[in-house]
C-alpha cells in the first residue's frame, strides 16, 4: 500500500482518537487534491429545537445534513431513540465539520451526517475502523457519489479497515486499472443501498426494529 500512497502520514490510532466519543464519525471527501478523511462532529446543546452547521458548509451539505436528521427523527422508534428525538425540542443540534477555513459542499456527507446523529441519540461511539461515503435521501435510499478513487485511497492512509460505499459505486471499484489492487485488498469495500443498511453495518452489537430490508445486491 505504501508504494502507492507513499509513506504513511496517519494510522488507526489517529482514528481511534478523533471518534472516541458519540456523536463523530469519519467520512470521505474528494478535493481538487485528492481523496481526504472528512469528520462529521455533532453535539447538543441547550437550545429551541434549532439545527446549527458549522464548518464553512455550502447549500447542498447543509440540506444534506437536515435530510440526516429528518431521517433519524422518523426513524427515532426504530433505531430506539426516541427519549433523546423527544430532548430536541428543548435543545439545538450543533453539527460541524473541521477546517471550518476550507469551504466544503456537496450531498455525498449524506449518511455520514445521519451515522454521526444516531451515534449522538444512541450515545455510542461509532467503530473508529470505518469511514463511508454516500448521497441520502430522505427515503432512506443511499445514491452514488463521485471521486471513489481518491476517496479509497484517503481511506487506507488513515488507516481505516472498512468502507462503507453506494451499492451503484461499485462498478468504479472494480473497474480496471481504477483503484489499485494493494488499497482495495487493504479495505473491505461494503456496498450499502438503503439507511437502514448502514446504521446495522456500522453499529453491530445493536439490535433496530427496522422492516426487513433487502440487502444491497453486489
Given at each position: 500500500?505504501e508504494?502507492v500512497?507513499?509513506?504513511v502520514r496517519?494510522?488507526g490510532?489517529?482514528?481511534?482518537d478523533?471518534?472516541?466519543v458519540p456523536?463523530?464519525?469519519a467520512g470521505l471527501?474528494?478535493t ?13 446543546v441547550?437550545?429551541?429545537g434549532q439545527?446549527?452547521?458549522t ?5 447542498v451539505?447543509?440540506?444534506?445534513a ?6 433519524v ?13 423527544a430532548q430536541?425540542?428543548?435543545s439545538?443540534?450543533?453539527?460541524h465539520l473541521p477546517?471550518g477555513?476550507v469551504?466544503k459542499?456537496?450531498?455525498?456527507a449524506?449518511?455520514?451526517l445521519?451515522?454521526a ?12 475502523d470505518v469511514?463511508?461515503t454516500g448521497?441520502?435521501t430522505l427515503?432512506g435510499?443511499?445514491l452514488p457519489?463521485?471521486g471513489?478513487?481518491?476517496?479509497l485511497?484517503?481511506a487506507a492512509?488513515?488507516g481505516a ?20 489492487a494493494?488499497v482495495?485488498?487493504?479495505l473491505?469495500i461494503?456496498p450499502?443501498?438503503r439507511?437502514?443498511?448502514?446504521v ?5 452489537d445493536?439490535h433496530?426494529d ?6 444491497a445486491?453486489?
Amino acid at each position: 500500500v505504501e508504494g502507492v500512497l507513499g509513506p504513511v502520514r496517519y494510522d488507526g490510532r489517529d482514528l481511534a482518537d478523533r471518534l472516541a466519543v458519540p456523536g463523530v464519525v469519519a467520512g470521505l471527501a474528494w478535493t481538487p487534491a485528492g481523496g481526504e478523511m472528512m469528520f462529521v462532529e455533532c453535539a447538543t446543546v441547550a437550545g429551541r429545537g434549532q439545527v446549527i452547521l458549522t464548518g464553512a458548509l455550502g447549500d447542498v451539505l447543509k440540506e444534506s445534513a437536515q435530510i440526516a436528521l429528518s431521517w433519524v427523527r422518523r426513524h427515532a422508534k426504530a433505531l430506539k431513540v426516541e427519549a433523546a428525538v423527544a430532548q430536541l425540542a428543548t435543545s439545538d443540534v450543533h453539527i460541524h465539520l473541521p477546517h471550518g477555513a476550507v469551504p466544503k459542499d456537496g450531498p455525498s456527507a449524506g449518511i455520514t451526517l445521519a451515522v454521526a446523529l444516531v451515534s449522538l441519540m444512541m450515545g455510542v461511539e461509532c467503530p473508529a475502523d470505518v469511514a463511508m461515503t454516500g448521497e441520502l435521501t430522505l427515503q432512506g435510499h443511499v445514491l452514488p457519489v463521485g471521486g471513489i478513487k481518491e476517496k479509497l485511497l484517503a481511506a487506507a492512509r488513515w488507516g481505516a479497515r472498512r468502507v462503507l460505499l453506494p451499492a451503484r459505486n461499485m462498478a468504479d471499484v472494480r473497474q480496471p486499472g481504477e483503484v489499485p489492487a494493494s488499497v482495495t485488498e487493504a479495505l473491505t469495500i461494503t456496498p450499502v443501498a438503503r439507511m437502514e443498511e448502514v446504521v446495522r453495518m456500522v453499529f453491530k452489537d445493536n439490535h433496530f426494529d427496522f422492516d426487513d430490508v433487502p440487502r444491497a445486491k453486489l
